[in-house]
C-alpha cells in the first residue's frame, strides 16, 4: 500500500535560517506531488506542485522554494525564513488527474 | 475563476443530532469534488469523493453527501454525530485544468465542535 511521509512533525526556527522540509512517498512510482500551507483559522493555499523530477509550479510568488530531486522525494526550502512563513505545512501525493489527494501529518512550523 | 465556498466558519451541534455542512463551488465543467476531516495537528483524511454518477455518495464514518448541480452544492451530512466527529471539515473541488495539470481547490473549512 501506498504512504507518505513527511518530517519533522514540529521546527521552531529563527528569522533569517534556512529551511529544509523533507516529504516521500512509497509503494507508487511517478505521483503528482504537492505542497500546501495551512495559516491559523485559514484554508489551504497551495504552494507548489510537480508532475514530475525536476518539474516544478509555483502557484504563489513567495519566499520558498521546491524541488524533486527524485520521483518519490519533494522538499520544501527557504534560505532565509520570515514570521510571515509560519504555519502548518502539509505533502500530498496522487496518482491519476483526477484521484483523490493523499496528505501527510504534516509540519507545524514556528518562526521567531 | 474556480471557487470553493463554505459558509459557515464554526457549527456546534449536540452529540446525536444530525449534521450538515454546506459547501458552494464555482467550476467552469464537470466538477470532481471532495469532503476531507482534519483533526488538530494532523493532515487531511477522505471522507468521500463525487465523480459522476449518482448524486448522492457515502463516504466513511457515516457520512454522506449529495452532488446538486443546479445550486451548484455538495453538502455534507450525517444522521447522528459523535462526540469524535468534532474536527474541521474542508471541501475541495478539481479537475482538469488547462494545461493538463490539475489541483485542488480548497475551502476555508468549518469547525465543528459536538457537545455531549
Known amino acids: 500500500s501506498q504512504t507518505i511521509h513527511q518530517w519533522p512533525a514540529t521546527l521552531v526556527q529563527p528569522v533569517g535560517s534556512p529551511l529544509s522540509l523533507e516529504c516521500t512517498v512509497e509503494g507508487t512510482s511517478n505521483p503528482n506531488l504537492y505542497w500546501y500551507r495551512q495559516a491559523a483559522g485559514r484554508g489551504l493555499q497551495l504552494l507548489f506542485y510537480s508532475v514530475g523530477i525536476g518539474q516544478i509550479s509555483s502557484e504563489v510568488p513567495q519566499n520558498l522554494s521546491a524541488s524533486r530531486p527524485q520521483d518519490r522525494q519533494f522538499i520544501l526550502s527557504s534560505k532565509k525564513l520570515l514570521l510571515s512563513d509560519s504555519g502548518f505545512y502539509l505533502c500530498a501525493w496522487r496518482n491519476t488527474v483526477n484521484s483523490p489527494l493523499h496528505f501527510g501529518n504534516g509540519t507545524r512550523l514556528t518562526v521567531t | 475563476a474556480q471557487s470553493v465556498t463554505q459558509p459557515d466558519i464554526h457549527i456546534t451541534v449536540s452529540e446525536g443530532a444530525s449534521l450538515e455542512l454546506r459547501c458552494n463551488y464555482s467550476?467552469?465543467?464537470?466538477?470532481?469534488l471532495f469532503w476531507y476531516v482534519q483533526s488538530p495537528g494532523q493532515g487531511l483524511q477522505l471522507l468521500l469523493k463525487?465523480?459522476?454518477?449518482?448524486?448522492l455518495v457515502q463516504g466513511i464514518k457515516g457520512f454522506e453527501a449529495e452532488f446538486k448541480r443546479s445550486q451548484s452544492s455538495f453538502n455534507l451530512r450525517k444522521p447522528s454525530v459523535h462526540w469524535s466527529d468534532a474536527a474541521e471539515y474542508f471541501c475541495?473541488?478539481?479537475?482538469?485544468?488547462?494545461?493538463?495539470?490539475?489541483?485542488?481547490?480548497f475551502g476555508a473549512g468549518t469547525r465543528l465542535a459536538v457537545h455531549p
Open positions: 463525487y465523480f459522476s454518477g449518482d448524486t
Open positions: 467550476y467552469g465543467a464537470t466538477p470532481y
Open positions: 475541495a473541488v478539481g479537475g482538469l485544468l488547462s494545461g493538463g495539470y490539475n489541483k485542488l481547490i
